[in-house]
């Protein structure tokens, strides 16, 4: 799973090295991984080890119980009030606005290309 947020961009998945009952919630940015890192020992009294993985395709990693992330993902659909994701992202972190637009042109195009096919 991919999951944008204002304070970072994370991949999740179950691989090595978790249980059954865990998650390992990667991201590119060590900003990222401090956020979330941050967010969950504020919240929900989880303090996960960053694990540092320079030369893997997500530089930063760690794992998460199941359960404390599915509390995170729930609690920031609750507390969510923007009514445009991209506008979310300002200010000195115009790079991360620039690939997250990058990703959402990818999508719309993808989306242009679907129903131009369905029209034929």
Known sequence: MWLYLKTGFYSI????????DELLVRARASE???ALQKLL??????????INSPRADYA???VVP??????FILNAAIELRY????NT????????HD??????EAMYEWQRDLQRAREK
């Open 60 to 62: 930063y990693r760690m």
């Open 99 to 104: 690939a997250y637009m990058r990703c959402w």
């Open 83 to 86: 009514d445009n994701f991209k």
């Open 32 to 34: 990222d991984m401090d």
């Open 89 to 96: 992202i300002k200010g000195k972190d115009y790079k991360r």
């Open 66 to 71: 199941r359960e404390t992330f599915a509390l």
């Open 41 to 50: 020992k504020d919240k929900y009294q989880f303090e996960g080890e960053v």
């Open 13 to 20: 998945v179950h691989k090595e090295p978790c249980k059954k």
